[in-house]
């Protein structure tokens, strides 16, 4: 099993920064990939930013060049680093982890105003 713990977000202006911290516990050996996926009301969750256990990223393109996903293995933290912060990337986001099974946090509120 593996537990997944956000923090970090809240209510920034455009233009502003935020950083996200996904703590991981459990069965982390196990985990292949890492990811980052946000959802607005009435619309599919969608994949923002993920790293591979060999360390690896890709990125949605709506944010490549703003976003940095990142990990810190001794603190068994994922992080989402977002500048220049648009009204547009206002949404809950969620941390992800993928073994054998796929495993989500509770997720965070983001809101960006313009």
């Known amino acids: 099993q593996v537990q997944l713990v956000e923090s970090g977000g809240g209510l920034v202006q455009a233009g502003g920064s935020l950083r996200l911290s996904c703590a991981v516990s459990g069965s982390i050996f196990s985990i292949n990939a890492m990811s980052w996926h946000r959802q607005t009301p009435g619309k599919q969750r969608e994949l923002v930013a993920r790293?591979?256990?060999?360390?690896?990223?890709n990125y949605a393109d709506s944010v490549k060049g703003r976003f940095t996903i990142s990990r810190d293995n001794a603190k068994n933290t994922v992080y989402l680093q977002m500048d220049s912060l648009k009204p547009e990337d206002t949404a809950v986001y969620y941390c992800?982890?993928?073994?054998?099974?796929?495993?989500w946090g509770q997720g965070t509120q983001v809101t960006v105003s313009s």
């Open positions: 790293i591979t256990r060999f360390g690896s990223t």
């Open positions: 992800n982890a993928v073994n054998n099974l796929n495993h």
